[in-house]
Nanobody, 115 residues
Framework: QVQLVDSGGGLVQPGGSLRLSCAAS????????MAWYRQAPGKQREFLAS???????NYADSVKGRFTISRDNAGNTVYLQMNSLRPEDTAVYYC?????????WGQGTQVTVSS
């Protein structure tokens, strides 16, 4: 079991950057996969990026080349660096940990991309 706290969202202009953080309540060293998702109003939750314990990463096509996921096992934190943000990136962003096929979610952090 783990509790996740998402932070780092906010209002940013198109083309700008943000870094989201996901702080875990315990060590994430043994959590094989951690990931980021987002959900825009009226849409389903969408996978964005994942990272394994060996730092192997996977990205959705919509964010590939713009977003970077990383994990700090010592700090029990997962990050999502978001560059070249677009209005269509506006959504609530959620951290995810899958432990023995049980999904744990952060509370979400709002990202709004607007001029």
């Amino acid at each position: 079991q783990v509790q996740l706290v998402d932070s780092g969202g906010g209002l940013v202009q198109p083309g700008g950057s943000l870094r989201l953080s996901c702080a875990a309540s315990r060590s994430i060293f043994s959590i094989y996969v951690m990931a980021w998702y987002r959900q825009a109003p009226g849409k389903q939750r969408e996978f964005l990026a994942s990272i394994t314990t060996s730092s192997s990463t996977n990205y959705a096509d919509s964010v590939k080349g713009r977003f970077t996921i990383s994990r700090d096992n010592a700090g029990n934190t997962v990050y999502l660096q978001m560059n070249s943000l677009r209005p269509e990136d506006t959504a609530v962003y959620y951290c995810n940990a899958n432990i023995f096929d049980i999904n744990y979610w952060g509370q979400g952090t709002q990202v709004t991309v607007s001029s």
